[in-house]
Each structure stands twice: as C-alpha cells, then as structure tokens.
C-alpha cells in the first residue's frame, strides 16, 4: 500500500553503549618475576612491548566466567539494571571455561539471568568487537532492549610459562558493558568486522580441538599453549588496525582533528603507537593500558573504556580498533551516550 505524504516514519534505533564495568583479578605478574621464570628481563618487556605488570587469575576452579560475572554484576549494579530486564548476553572469549556449554550460559546462571538468550562469539581478540556488532543489530532492529557484552580471558591457561616470545604479553581480566537504544542519538554509528583464515598458521593453539583432540602425547608436547610468530603478526596488526580505523574514518567523514579517542586492542605499546600516527592522532587521545593489564584478548577494549570512563563526555567521538586471532580484525565508530 502506498504511504500517505503525513505518514511519520519511525526513526531507526541507534544501539549505544549505556555503561562500562571491570573486573582484574587481584594477583599481579610483575616482569621482574618473569625475569625470574624465563630469559627475560624488565627492559626487553618494557621496550618491545610497554607492558610493565598484568593480573592472572589464581585459585582452583575459576575460570573465564568468574571475570566476567563479577564484571557483569558490578555494570548492572551501577547501571541500576534490573536482572529481568536484560533480554541477551553476549561473551566474546577464546578461553572459556569448557567446550560446552558455552561461558555466556555460565555467567547467567552465576549471576542469576534465567530464560534470556546467551551465546560465546570467538573471533580472539578482535571478539569483543565482534560480540558488540552482533548485540548492535539486535538493538537496532528491535528485538532486545538491554543487552550486555561481555569481553572475558584467562589468558593464563593457554599461555606457556617456559615460551619468553608469548608469556610476558598476557593477562586475565574481563569488561562488560551495556547496550540500549540511544535515548539522545549518541551511541554505536557504525562496525566493520573483518578475517583471514590464512593467518592461522602464524598465531594458533594447535591441539585441545576436534582437529588434534587432548591425549597425553599433546600434553607431553606442549601443544594446548598458544602458538605466535609474534614478527608476522606484528606486522598484519599494525597494517589491518590502521586499515579498519582509515575506512571507518573515511566511511564516517571524521579527521584526526575530530576523533577524540583512539580505543585500540592493547597488544603491543608499539603497535598502538604505529596504529595512532597511520591515522594521525596524537597518542594523548590514544587509551593505553595495556602497561598495566597486558594484552587481556577480547578484555582489553572494554577494559580501555572502564579505565577512561571519567574522562569521556557526551558526544565524545571514539574509534575502537581490533586485531587477534583468526586473523581477524574489527572496529567501529561510536558517540559516547554518556557524561563520564
Ligand atoms: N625477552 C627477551 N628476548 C626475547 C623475548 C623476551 N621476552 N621474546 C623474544 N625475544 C627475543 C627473540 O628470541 C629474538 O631473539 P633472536 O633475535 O636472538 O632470535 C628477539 O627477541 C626478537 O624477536 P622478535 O619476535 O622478532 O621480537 P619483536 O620485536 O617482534 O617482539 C613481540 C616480539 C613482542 C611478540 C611482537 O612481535 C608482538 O607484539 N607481536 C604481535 C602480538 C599481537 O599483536 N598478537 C595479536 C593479538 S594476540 C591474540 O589474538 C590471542
């Protein structure tokens, strides 16, 4: 039927992000430990990396859904959300806590959300951005109103303390955050997600899957710790991070003198640094934290926004940039809903 001319549309749901919570454990892994565990030392770590200290998770039984539950329970509780109001979960992890169920039906059971639909997304550490287009969509075509994501990995489990290359990048942490349609028009403008399979050859854990199930000849073997040729994946993520943030730019008309923050994936200071000056910003509006969590895989950027979150205001323009795993890559273009 055809539309009158004074039929109103219905303006389109904008998702936006509504508030931001964290969890780290509270044990610290400092590099003069590691200096003490491999053949390592503060400076090498500090210099090639930025990192000076990360949390792990300790304590037998706690896995990925521990983080993310208290993570999650602290963003209802400051966010005044009621349980019976969350209509999905989302969990970006490549560490949750068994092959199945999945770590999102945990951490609703742990933190009390019953018949809600929940799900893990794994795309490394680009998943946190993959879980938040997702929930995006979801917002915006209307079928959930409250959505949370969260980002959650014990990378302590899967990272080999004898292997210096990989044992000083990582820690444990999760970061959650909540969706709602945008009441002021700020909020999530636009996602990009993107892979490679070809880049598994340089970054994998090569047994604990159906491919090479475990058996004690993978044990033996060392071959449930993660795989990385750190150079090659060096220099994919600097190239991919600077690509995904120029199309966004471009596909969202922005300039360097107009995006306020650069939330990038905390892998590697130098990585960040590089990523920053391909799209000319300045590294005062770049979030780091990774000097003091490491790379937390799908943690890092929701950790990044938590850690900022009293400096960010209404209408702050953000890009968020992602490089992991897979490979995969992802970003997005986000208006801060909210005043810090
Ligand atoms: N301490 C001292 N020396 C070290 C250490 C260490 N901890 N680690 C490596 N080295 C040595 C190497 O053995 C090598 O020695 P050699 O020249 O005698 O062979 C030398 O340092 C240089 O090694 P590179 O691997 O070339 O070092 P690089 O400068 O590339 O830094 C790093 C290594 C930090 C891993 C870097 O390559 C990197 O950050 N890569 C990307 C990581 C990333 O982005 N991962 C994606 C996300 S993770 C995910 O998705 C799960």
């Not at 930025?50 to 304590?59: C, N, P, Q």
């Not at 770590?103 to 998943?127: E, H, K, W, Y």
């Amino acid at each position: 039927m055809a539309t009158t001319s004074n039929t109103k549309r219905a303006k389109p749901i904008r998702a936006a992000i509504t508030g931001v919570h964290g969890y780290l454990p509270p044990d610290l892994l400092t590099n003069a430990e590691l200096a003490r565990m491999v053949d390592t030392s503060d400076a090498w770590i500090t210099e090639r990396t930025g990192i000076k200290e990360r949390h792990i998770l300790k304590g037998k039984g706690l896995g990925s859904s521990h983080m993310a539950a208290e993570a999650v329970r602290g963003l209802l509780e400051k966010t005044g959300t009621l349980l019976k109001d969350i209509d999905l979960l989302i969990c970006a992890t490549t560490t949750p806590d068994l092959v199945f169920p999945s770590t999102a039906n945990l951490i609703c059971d742990m933190v009390g959300v019953r018949n809600i639909g929940s799900f893990d997304v794994q795309a490394a550490c680009s998943g946190f951005l993959y879980a938040l287009t997702i929930a995006t969509q979801f917002i915006e075509n209307g079928t959930a109103r409250k959505v949370v994501v969260v980002g959650a990995d014990k990378m302590s489990s899967i990272i080999d303390y004898t292997d210096r290359a990989t044992c000083v990048l990582f820690g444990d942490g999760a970061g959650a955050v909540l969706l709602e349609p945008s009441a002021n028009g700020h909020g999530i403008h636009d996602t990009l997600i993107r892979s490679d399979g070809a880049g598994m050859v340089h970054l994998h854990q090569k047994a604990g899957g159906s491919r090479m199930p475990p058996t004690a000849e993978t044990v033996a073997k060392r071959l449930h710790y993660v795989h990385q040729e750190g150079a090659a994946v060096y220099k994919f993520a600097v190239a991919r991070m600077a690509e995904i943030s120029q199309e966004l730019m471009l596909r969202n008309k922005l300039n360097p003198k107009t995006i306020d923050w650069l939330v990038p994936h905390q892998a590697n200071r130098r990585i960040i640094e590089a990523t920053a000056e391909r799209m000319g910003l300045p590294m005062e509006r770049v979030m780091m934290t990774i000097q003091k969590f490491g790379n937390t895989t799908a943690a890092t950027i929701p950790l990044c926004l938590w850690d900022y979150e009293s400096r960010l205001k209404e209408g702050d323009k953000l890009v968020l940039a992602a490089f992991g795993g897979g490979f995969t890559w992802a970003g997005a273009y986000v208006t801060w809903a909210y005043g810090g």
